[in-house]
């Protein structure tokens, strides 16, 4: 339960700031930060036990035939990923307290920094490849939200909307990746994947596999091609990227490669694939951060690079170099961090990120200075301090690597470069802001900052100078324990910051002076640079979504016509050769099952089905006669029903139907009486002969079925609905039980539906016509006495029928749907009676809590079941016996049906009450011009006839 915890107090923590954000800033900063710092003291806490070689786990049923389960898991590698995510998250969250200026939202800042981070952690304890993938897509919405916060600025805007899509878009790759992989090894369960490494690569579907998840981790992770989101997502609050593009999203991607490395990464493709990836990003990385002007500019593009820095080592893959990109995440982490929340100190105080306005700031900034001068030689690999120590392994590992065959001597040659590259911007960074005599002025004198605000970066770089003089003392058991998770074996590696005069410490040497040097040509090479037109991957990337746009507009006007008739017919076209190429693969049409006789009533009732489809379309420009030809339809299809024992069907038909011609009529009272004849006479010819032929078809193929005998499902519904589900309904028990997750699914889509339509028709208000089609004025008398009488007199009996139906549906045909749709039907029989007005003073409650509690409760029900071991909508019954009652029946099914009935009530009385309100009281004057007469009103087509004039309370 441990991991559990620490997995679900971050998400808890979402609400945390919402809720402090009232008392004042400080104290929703403590109320923030205190669930995920007891999840980094619950991580701590289990270090002993995985120092004794354990790996820990958790795992709960969620949908095992899915292959999906809430399955954590905590070792070496998520302990490293958790002490980062937790443990830097926190010193971000005190930093960004100091940053946001006083009027910004700090609670919903701090609400979407922590779903971030529990997104984090759920990636590095998911012991599930679908559930890893679940907190993957949630990184990508949170990261969307944050680089956004400033919503009011345009680059904020579309440097979300960018990460959003091209992470996203991996995300989808991964998703189609990790179906694969799990499919290979025969289960998404993590231990079995890590085990299944042979096989998995043996698999002809390998490559195939390997691209797409790749895909998804080098979209995360901003390697080349797909780096250009990462700058542009700078537009975030300087926390945002120090959190985001230092320890956290960015790394997803590393962590999923080093998390699937003994799976996937036995293989030659791999070598290729992620070695070059991570050669190419390290060295386009750092050659645009030497010429970048804005300090998170410059950072960015080192992020990048450092980013192929790692991917190159993990595609390597030989134990040290697992060793050294595991170290370098660890050193990457704890410099980038100091430096992102040192450029916003600077930008904080000084009121720019620029560097022609900045300059000789070590005058007034002493602190920062040393702080920022630390952190960046840390971050070019100056010795002494941690990045030395892992640049090192680096060119190590380039020397011994056998890539390239013939070629490997490029490997090494190629990191020299990127290490001369990373010592130049580094040594720009840190020359430039505090020793080089300024341009021009910053916008306000730079001062040091708050003493709390440089905290956090001064632990960070006290952390890049201790790891760097005893790396054996402060990482050495960490890096342990995380290459023991990726290896599935212990390493033994001994870090030191002396190794002797070698190859690798000349490549060092050659890095230092050659970065010192190529920054002193900087302004020459800058020069030379100018010459060339540079491209903008924002506008890029917009011309891209434009042009995507553009395409699918012009593909569907082609497709459509904007006619539906056209629509249509490509549709059933579709279908119509869908179903010729079905009935061309078989010989008999006819099965062995033969056909049932036929009677009169069956006759009878093919002939009036057949009759009122006819109709309803042969009348469709008469739209009440039309309704009564539809309604027919309906009425056969439950007696169809009831004909062939399907009461339950039968029932939610005749329930379904009143309620549909009730919402029909209400639509169809604002739509013209009559319509024009548009289609022409060969277009009509050509709708019928293709509805007929896909009739035909249909029909075929559904003859086909019904006479051949087929293993059907419903014999162990039947079989299992009172020993399993305890009814003898064995539809309701389908709805309520067995496929109860489908169920919840349809009553919330349901909800979600009537909460949409009330919102659209919430100040919605048409015009009322006053007359018919042909100028006759509408009756005045809107509510006939009679009408009134019976609406009183059968609402109660209504609400009577509807009660017995939904108690007695677990045995018997009923349930919370049916006696949902009659509530609403009675009620809705009130308003039609007696007008809106009328009825809202009567029921003055609100319609949408209660499709909301319906979905609550249905959900709490399901939840219930975890309480008890078991998995999500399981359901118990029981037999008991009740003083003056007897022996009765209870099952949380009821429970679960009582909010089927709850969410059915409240979203249908939604949508139909609201649609009979939305017409104005006021008519228009009778000598107006028609056409001025509805300019005022939206949505109106025609103020001489529309519809019944029913006015402002008209159903």
Not at 171 to 180: E, S, T
Not at 293 to 306: E, P, Q, R, W
Not at 871 to 897: N, Q, R
Request: proline share 6%.
């Amino acid at each position: 339960m441990t991991l559990l915890w620490i997995a679900l107090l971050p998400l808890a923590g979402v609400f945390a700031p919402v809720l402090g954000a009232r008392r004042g800033r400080a104290t929703c900063t403590l109320v923030t930060t205190a669930l995920p710092a007891i999840a980094l003291a619950l991580t701590l806490a289990q270090i002993p036990a995985l120092a004794d070689g354990e790996t820990l786990r958790f795992g709960a049923g969620w949908l095992p035939q899915l292959g999906l389960e809430l399955a954590l898991r905590l070792d070496g590698l998520t302990l490293l990923f958790n002490l980062l995510i937790l443990g830097i998250g926190l010193l971000i969250l005190l930093y960004a307290h100091f940053y946001l200026a006083d009027d910004e939202p700090v609670g919903r800042f701090y609400a979407f920094m922590v779903l971030f981070m529990a997104s984090m952690v759920g990636i590095a304890m998911a012991d599930n490849l679908i559930l890893l993938w679940l907190y993957w897509e949630l990184t990508s919405l949170a990261s969307f939200l944050l680089i956004g916060f400033w919503t009011t600025q345009s680059a904020a805007r579309k440097g979300a909307r960018m990460a959003l899509t091209v992470t996203g878009a991996g995300g989808l790759a991964l998703l189609a990746g990790v179906l694969l992989l799990g499919h290979m090894a025969g289960s998404f369960d993590m231990n079995v994947v890590l085990a299944s490494g042979d096989a998995i690569t043996a698999d002809p579907r390998y490559p195939a596999m390997l691209v797409l998840v790749l895909l998804g981790a080098f979209t995360k992770s901003a390697q080349f091609p797909f780096q250009f989101w990462l700058p542009h997502a700078m537009a975030a609050p300087t926390p945002v990227s120090a959190y985001l593009h230092s320890a956290t999203m960015v790394k997803a991607g590393i962590l999923l490669m080093a998390r699937l490395h003994p799976a996937i990464g036995d293989h030659v493709l791999w070598t290729v694939l992620v070695s070059l990836t991570g050669t190419v990003t390290l060295l386009y990385g750092a050659w645009f951060a030497l010429f970048k002007t804005d300090l998170k500019g410059i950072l960015a593009f080192s992020t990048v690079s450092h980013l192929g820095l790692i991917t190159m080592l993990l595609g390597i893959g030989s134990p040290m170099a697992i060793l050294a990109a595991l170290f370098h995440i660890l050193n990457h982490a704890t410099f980038k961090a100091a430096l992102f929340m040192s450029a916003g100190i600077i930008d904080h105080e000084a009121g720019t990120r620029e560097l022609k306005r900045l300059g000789g700031l070590r005058t007034s900034m002493p602190v920062m200075a040393v702080l920022t001068s630390v952190a960046a030689a840390a971050m070019a690999g100056v010795p002494l301090l941690n990045g030395f120590l892992s640049k090192e392994m680096l060119f190590t590992e380039a020397l011994n690597t056998p890539i390239l065959a013939g070629l490997s001597w490029t490997m090494p040659v190629l990191a020299t470069l990127g290490g001369v590259l990373s010592v130049a911007y580094s040594l720009r960074l840190a020359h430039a802001v505090f020793f080089k005599p300024p341009r021009k002025a910053p916008p306000k004198p730079p001062h040091e900052p708050p003493r709390l605000m440089r905290a956090p970066v001064e632990l960070l770089v006290a952390l890049c100078v201790l790891v760097g003089l005893f790396p054996m003392f402060f990482a050495g058991g960490l890096l342990d324990l995380a290459t023991l998770a990726v290896l599935g074996e212990p390493l033994e590696f001994h870090l030191a910051l002396w190794h002797g005069f070698n190859l690798p410490l000349a490549m060092s040497v050659i890095a230092l002076a050659g970065g010192a040097l190529m920054y002193g040509y900087h302004r020459d090479m800058r020069r030379f640079l100018s010459q060339f037109k540079g491209l903008d991957a924002r506008f890029v990337f917009e011309r891209g979504v434009l042009a995507c746009k553009h395409g699918s507009e012009r593909t569907v006007t082609w497709l459509e016509g904007n006619s539906l008739q056209r629509y249509m017919a490509f549709l059933m076209l579709a279908a119509l050769v869908s179903g010729v190429i079905g009935l061309a693969q078989i010989a008999p049409l006819t099965g062995a099952q033969g056909n049932q006789p036929i009677d009169g009533m069956v006759l009878f009732g093919a002939a009036m089905l057949v009759f009122g489809g006819i109709a309803t379309a042969a009348t469709h420009r008469f739209r009440l006669i039309s309704l009564l030809m539809l309604s027919t339809v309906g009425l056969f299809v439950a007696l169809t029903f009831a004909r062939y024992s399907a009461p339950d069907l039968a029932l939610t038909q005749l329930s379904v139907e009143v309620v549909t011609m009730i919402l029909l009529m209400l639509a169809l009272f604002f739509l013209p009486q009559r319509t024009p004849r548009d289609s022409s006479p060969m277009r009509n010819v050509r709708d019928i002969l293709l509805a007929s032929a896909l009739g035909l078809v249909v029909a075929s193929l559904n003859y086909a079925v019904l006479t051949r005998g087929t293993v059907s499902i419903s014999d162990f519904f039947i079989a299992n609905s009172v020993p399993g589900g305890g009814g003898h309904n064995a539809v309701n028990v389908i709805l309520v039980d067995f496929r109860g997750f489908d169920t919840l699914g349809e009553i919330t889509v349901l909800a979600l539906a009537g909460l949409a339509i009330f919102k659209l028709l919430n100040r919605l208000r048409l015009f009322m016509p006053h007359s018919d089609v042909e100028g006759r004025p509408w009756s005045p008398d809107r509510y006939p006495p009679i009408l009134k009488s019976i609406s009183m007199a059968l609402l109660p009996l209504a609400l009577l029928v509807s009660a017995f139906i939904f108690l007695r549906g677990h045995n018997e045909p009923g349930g919370g749907f049916i006696a949902g749709l009659v509530t609403a039907v009675a009620l809705i029989l009130l308003y039609v009676a007696r007008g809106v007005d009328w009825a809202q003073k009567r029921l003055d409650f609100p319609f949408q809590p209660i499709a909301v509690a319906g979905v609550a409760t249905a959900t709490l029900t399901g939840v219930g079941s975890w309480l008890f071991g078991k998995p999500f909508l399981t359901s118990a019954f029981g037999h008991f016996s009740l003083p003056l009652i007897g022996e009765v029946e209870l099952a949380t099914a009821l429970l679960f049906d009582l909010g089927v009935y709850l969410a059915v009530v409240g979203a249908t009385l939604m949508i139909l009450a609201n649609l009979g309100k939305v017409t104005t009281p006021h008519r228009p004057v009778p000598d107006a011009p028609a056409e001025h007469t509805d300019s005022t009103t939206p949505g109106n087509g025609n103020g001489n006839g529309n519809g019944n004039g029913n006015g402002k309370e008209s159903s």
